[in-house]
């Protein structure tokens, strides 16, 4: 499976902890996003990668929530300090302009849930 | 403003009925793409098509067709002949060309629900 890929699918935390998530883009694909949904809502933005360097970031995107992609590869997604509020469904996405220009592939999404 | 407007939050069909899923969009930029994307229960987005905003010719993809008025500045989907498969969340999508690379601005989504 070529795909994009999410770890874990899944995460269950309390109140205050941090929680990092792991996006692995379709291979050769130099655009990476990650977006946020919730429930009964579409997708909402919150940054974008080309290559190793974010270009974007949303204004949902608070100062207790960083994102990487250090080799140009796969991203990670960290929240610190996890509120009751940070559930939801954290998708990511990869694009190439070279491939199939301006269409985003998602991947499965991480679902959190905050206790 | 850009926005992205599906009023339908839920639909329910007997299978082989048709049904057409409404999407509604603003923009001020004249060249934009929108996007129609698929949600199973499992979670992920499935991509189903990319329209140009210049290009105006409506498509059909098996049981799938598209129809883009940029007059009214619509862009419904219509299932002819839905299957049980077809349930789903339908997602609507809008992207400008010469504006940010990463904002796809999502339509809140109608939900499908196919009766056999």
């Known amino acids: 499976d070529t795909g994009v890929s999410q770890n874990p699918r899944h995460k269950i935390t309390k109140r205050g902890q941090n929680v990092t998530f792991r996006c692995d883009p379709i291979s050769e694909h130099n655009r990476l996003y990650w977006y946020r949904q919730t429930l009964g809502q579409g997708p909402e933005f919150l940054t974008y990668?080309?290559?190793?360097?974010?270009?974007?970031k949303s204004r949902l995107l608070s100062d207790r929530f960083s994102a990487e992609r250090p080799k140009g590869s796969f991203s990670t997604l960290e929240i610190q300090r996890t509120e009751q509020g940070d559930s939801a469904m954290y998708l990511c996405?990869?694009?190439?302009?070279?491939?199939?220009?301006?269409?985003?592939?998602f991947g499965p999404g991480t679902r959190l849930l905050v206790l | 403003a850009q926005k992205v407007t599906q009023a339908q939050t839920e639909i329910s069909v007997v299978e082989k009925e048709d049904v057409t899923l409404d999407c509604v969009y603003e923009?001020?930029?004249?060249?934009?793409?929108l996007f129609w994307y698929k949600q199973p229960p499992s979670g992920e987005l499935v991509f189903l098509i990319r329209?140009?905003?210049?290009?105006?010719q409506n498509e059909i993809s098996g049981r799938y067709s598209w129809n883009f008025q940029k007059s009214t500045s619509s862009f419904n989907f219509t299932i002819t002949a839905s299957q049980v498969v077809d349930s789903a969340v339908y997602f609507c999508a809008l992207r400008n060309y010469g504006g940010s690379q990463g904002n796809l601005i999502f339509g809140k989504g109608t939900k499908l629900s196919v009766k056999p």
């Open positions: 996405a990869s694009s190439s302009r070279t491939v199939t220009p301006e269409t985003q592939y």
């Open positions: 923009t001020r930029d004249t060249t934009y793409y």
């Open positions: 329209r140009n905003s210049f290009d105006e």
């Open positions: 990668f080309q290559n190793e360097a974010q270009l974007e």
